[in-house]
């Protein structure tokens, strides 16, 4: 029987997209002093572009930025620093995030966060979400030191929790990271379409939004 649902973070719980468009914009606007050569629209757009739905670190975006838009008056380094201490204050869930863990939690299911990153960004990212308390587990892997898709950090979640891989189920939208690597340790498997990747032929369900999960717990039981 499944009693313990883990979830990835960014484009899963977190709508990252909209998150970072939004954060890019006030960026923008707090250091126009030393951006007002670049239009607003090209600022947030290479920035965007640059980023890579966030696998690229900010440290080579800002370079590369600073670089292309012959930024002056501000280096990297604090574009940087501003991107880490101001994106939690732009974070924005997903519809039904709320719902949807008030509801497994009253229902009994141990949840869990397992996400790659850094591990003061995401912490922070989780505590501005206002999520940190419905969690029994949040492995992030710069602290763990194993990231996803790597066996390792899956079954260290499941250990934490004291539960079997094979009553687990995990949530996430990227196919290899989330649901070969979560199934690789048995879990079941959950996929939050994202239309930049291709389809996961491997996860056990399919969801577009987050209010779907407790119907198809209730089937995976
Ligand atoms: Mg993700």
């Known amino acids: 029987m ?9 484009g899963t719980l977190l709508d990252r997209e909209a998150s970072v468009e939004q954060f890019i914009a006030a960026q923008y606007d707090r250091l126009v002093a030393h951006l007002s050569h670049i239009r607003k629209t ?3 757009s290479r ?4 980023d890579c739905r966030g696998h690229v670190w900010k440290d080579k975006v800002y370079q590369t930025m600073v670089a292309e838009l012959e930024i002056g008056g501000i280096g990297w380094q604090e574009l940087l620093d501003d991107y880490e201490t101001q994106f939690q204050f732009h974070c924005i869930p997903f519809d039904f995030l709320f719902d949807v863990l008030n509801i497994l939690k009253q229902q009994g299911y141990l949840l869990g966060i397992i996400t790659n990153g ?5 912490t922070r990212s ?7 308390d419905y969690f029994d587990v949040i492995l992030i892997s710069e602290i763990e030191k194993v990231r996803k ?3 390792e950090i ?3 979640a499941i250990d934490r929790l004291g539960v079997s891989a094979s009553n687990s189920v995990f949530i996430g939208d990227h196919p290899e990271a989330d ?3 979560a199934k690789n340790v048995n879990m079941k498997t959950i996929w939050k379409r994202n239309p930049y990747w291709q389809q996961s032929e491997a996860a056990d369900a399919v969801i577009d939004e987050l209010n779907e999960i407790p119907l198809i717990l209730e089937q995976f039981k």
């Open 47 to 50: 920035f965007i572009e640059l």
């Open 154 to 156: 899956f079954q260290r």
């Open 2 to 10: 499944v009693n313990s649902v883990l979830f990835d973070l960014d």
């Open 149 to 151: 898709p790597q066996p």
């Open 179 to 181: 649901i070969l690597g």
């Open 126 to 132: 989780i505590e501005e979400l206002k999520i940190k």
């Open 42 to 44: 090209d600022y947030v």
């Open 118 to 122: 850094l591990g003061k960004f995401q």
